[in-house]
């Protein structure tokens, strides 16, 4: 009776030591693994600094200003201006641009872009961003959906905050409403928007500076999200 006693008690008990072990080895594989998993999503390749020499030049002059560690940059093949970060924390950042980013603005507006981005490093919310991708990009591979769970899971909110602080380091603050508005009158993305293969691109969606690409007219007031409402805020300072 005592033994029968026992296995009740230690079964569950077993049960739940498991169900917990499964959990954390879970949770810090995606924690480990987000960022190579966006970058695969995206198919960024590493940016060749003879190709994109602003982009470089601006990261190490805005790092040392910030005090950050210079993010390993990538660049996503794309006519649409954008860039986005990911990274566990400022040593191992990784910041990707598009093609059509540097092609497509000025330098003061580019510098206020990677600022923006390096903001996001600072404050390290590039860890949870990048593991909300992670932890949705199973469902997404099945359904084609998940990038509203993406955005309830990083915030909304993230792009405004990061425009007011990015605004307080560059060299000319009106940089980056200036290049926020370029990007709210570029022409519709040729190709689907995000980029990148596979049905798990729409995840990284609220990661990008500008999230409204091709979906300009779903931009709700008050949403601090939009990058048209967010140029204006800007506008305002």
Known sequence: VLGAVVAAVVAPLIGVIVFVAITIVLTLWFWARAPHVVL??????????????????????????????????????????????????????????????????SLVELEGVLAH??????????????????????????????????????????????????????????GLGSALETMTLAPPPPSPWPPGPGRSAGLTRWLWIDPMVGARSEGAEGNLDDTAVRAAALAER
């Open 40 to 105: 695969g999503i995206l198919g960024a390749r590493p940016s060749d600094e003879g190709q994109h020499p602003r982009v470089h030049n601006l990261v190490e002059g805005l790092c040392a200003t910030m005090g950050l560690p210079r993010p390993t940059i990538y660049v996503v093949d794309d006519p649409t201006p954008n860039a986005l970060a990911v990274g566990r924390e400022p040593r191992l950042a990784a910041l990707v641009v598009t093609s059509g980013l540097d092609q497509s603005l």
């Open 117 to 174: 981005e390096l903001v996001h490093v600072i404050r390290r919310d590039t860890a949870t961003a990048g593991a909300a991708v992670a932890v949705v990009a199973p469902l997404a591979a099945i359904t084609g959906s998940g990038a509203g769970l993406v955005r309830s899971l990083v915030g909304a909110g993230r792009e405004f905050v990061a425009d007011q602080r990015a605004a307080s380091v560059v060299r000319y603050p009106p």
